[in-house]
């Protein structure tokens, strides 16, 4: 198994993220976010919790502000990598919304101790404080801090040596080094011992100061590595029984009378595997559609609004045979082998080639019907619809489509380091509906990327709008299959909980969180309903 598939990111992620500005991400307020409550999150193997820490950074005397946040930012950024590998992850986008009403400036002069008659050079020392929400694995339960490191400012210039001493130096380190920041681990053997050597050298540089309270080393203000303890604050994960909008969903959102699903899947392979269903990803969405037929019933083909038909009735094999109005239960099962056509092998993998070629980078939407029922009112039927689409890499067109007309949407794919299509500042309010939706972002570290910077964007608010997403890398393997089991429990009639819901998905549980369901109203005691296949 390659790295790309186990992690997500993808090297056309960097390649995107380093053209991309690194600006902190705050969308203008325009929905109504909640204000935070001592609940603050829902999550199986997560626990929501303040951090907070402390960092130092040196710039030249007279800088301005500007030049000073900068330097903040490319510091504090930094521990992005420590805490993704320490089980940790905040909300703030790679750490950059650092509160300058924090900052703590002096003029210091840098000597070296190690030169007779040194001189010095004025220099502005700024202390600065970050605070945030962060999500932290099970084994913080108890713990009050947690110790991590940050780097210089300045690291770009010893990219070797941090590969060398700071990381695992395997494929995915090399491959992403020039954003060092991502794949920095300070717990490695090697990046203690050097962490160590460079503090005894700056112990013993302060001691041979004349005047340690003007003065600083030159070995201090040159380190690479700065080792820090952060804070954790109060446990505010839910502990309560929270709950999709069910009533909601079911009434009809996007469509009348019908629940909207989307799946997106993107390309995981960096390399052409022979077409689309070649690529790993394809055989994780036969495996989440199979699933949800296997549990639900078959689903039969519909028109996309405002798409052009994919032709999906008519094929003709390269062994001549044709193969006309296959279901689609059959399509899908032909990558796992449950297909019931009357086929050879060769010509069944000839149909699923097809069949992955002709829906790439195009929409097709499939359906059943259900029958609901909800408190006192009579029965009335529900088509469930599944729009499916293969391929999502670098546009946002498809994320903005399924955004608009879905009411559940499912992403999965990588995550392009938060500059790629699901980028928030991709997005206005325009693309989402005023009803309510769900939206589960399923790639590396979405929690950082793609969480908070949503909800402003939504009408209403939390109030329409439930994230899932994860803190640390949730791999590939296996994602279909969580997908499918997640699809299944919210699809089965029960009125699962959220924590149901992870559980289910528990396959690819990476310190997954639920944001924006606390002010839901959806109990299955205050709203009773039955749904049945038709």
């Given amino acids: 198994m390659n790295a790309s598939r186990l992690l997500r990111t993808g090297l056309s992620a960097l390649l995107v993220g380093l ?35 402390a960092g130092t950074v040196y710039v030249e005397a007279g800088a301005n502000d500007a030049t000073i946040l900068a330097a903040v930012r490319n510091q ?30 002096r003029t210091v002069k840098v000597v070296d101790p190690n030169v007779a008659n040194d001189p010095g050079k004025d220099m502005l020392e ?14 913080y339960a108890s713990r009050t801090s947690v110790p991590l490191a940050l780097m210089s400012p300045n690291y770009r210039s010893q990219l070797e040596r941090i590969l060398r001493e700071c990381t695992p130096n395997d494929e995915h ?51 690479l590595y700065l080792p820090i303890q952060a804070k954790l604050g109060a446990d505010k994960t839910n502990r309560g029984a929270s709950y999709p909008e069910y009533a909601k969903l079911y009434k009809g959102g996007v469509q009348p009378n019908k ?28 495996t989440t559609l199979n699933e949800v037929m296997a549990a639900g019933g078959e689903l039969k083909f519909v028109p996309v609004q405002g798409q052009p038909a994919v032709d999906l009735a008519h094929f003709t094999l390269a062994s001549g045979k044709k193969v006309d109005n296959a279901s689609f239960k059959d399509l899908v099962g032909l990558h796992g082998g449950q297909s019931s056509l009357s086929l050879s092998y060769a010509d069944k993998q000839d149909l699923e080639k097809q069949f992955g070629t002709r829906i790439f980078k195009k929409w097709i ?64 309010a ?27 964007l939504k009408q209403g608010g939390t109030k329409n709008l439930d994230l899932i997403t994860n803190g640390i890398e949730a791999p590939s393997w296996r994602s279909g299959h969580a997908m499918g089991q997640w699809l299944v429990k919210l699809l089965d009639g029960k009125g699962s909980s959220y924590k149901d819901l992870l559980i289910a998905a528990e396959d690819t549980e990476a310190l997954r969180v639920v944001d924006g369901e606390l002010d839901n109203e959806f109990t299955p005691a205050r709203f009773p309903m039955t749904i049945t296949p038709r």
């Avoid at 325009?430 to 402003?456: H, M, R």
């Fill in 19 to 53: 053209l991309a500005t690194t600006a902190a991400c705050s969308a203008d307020s325009g929905g109504e976010e909640t204000d935070g409550t001592e609940d603050d999150l829902t999550s199986v193997t997560a626990r929501s919790r303040s951090l907070e820490f």
């Fill in 76 to 105: 504090s950024q930094t521990a992005f990598g420590p805490m993704r590998t320490s089980d940790i992850a905040v909300n703030s986008r790679e750490l950059k919304e650092v509160d300058p009403r924090t900052f703590v400036k």
């Fill in 126 to 139: 700024v202390k600065y404080k970050y605070t945030d929400n962060a999500v932290v694995g099970l084994k």
């Fill in 173 to 223: 380190s090399r491959e992403f080094l020039s954003s060092a920041w991502y794949v920095f681990e300070p717990s490695v053997a090697s990046c203690q011992e050097a962490m160590k050597a460079e503090q005894k050298q700056i112990d013993a540089d302060r001691l041979k100061l004349t005047d340690a309270r003007k003065q600083v080393t030159k070995s201090d203000v040159e380190r």
């Fill in 259 to 286: 629940l909207v699903i989307s799946l997106v899947y993107g390309n995981i392979d960096h390399v052409n595997n022979g077409g689309p269903a070649g690529d790993f990803n394809w055989g994780e969405l036969m």
């Fill in 365 to 428: 939407a499939v359906e059943r019907t259900v029958s609901v029922k909800s408190g006192n009112e009579a029965p009335r039927d529900v088509g469930v619809q599944f729009l499916v689409y293969f391929g999502a890499d670098s546009d946002s067109a498809p994320h903005k489509f399924a955004t608009k007309n879905s009411d559940v949407f499912l992403y999965n794919g990588h995550s392009y380091i938060g500059f790629g299509p699901l980028d928030p500042r991709n997005f206005t």
């Fill in 430 to 456: 325009a693309d989402f509906p005023s009803t309510y939706q769900i939206l589960w972002i399923d790639g590396c570290v979405s929690y950082n990327y793609y969480e908070k910077d949503y909800i402003p």
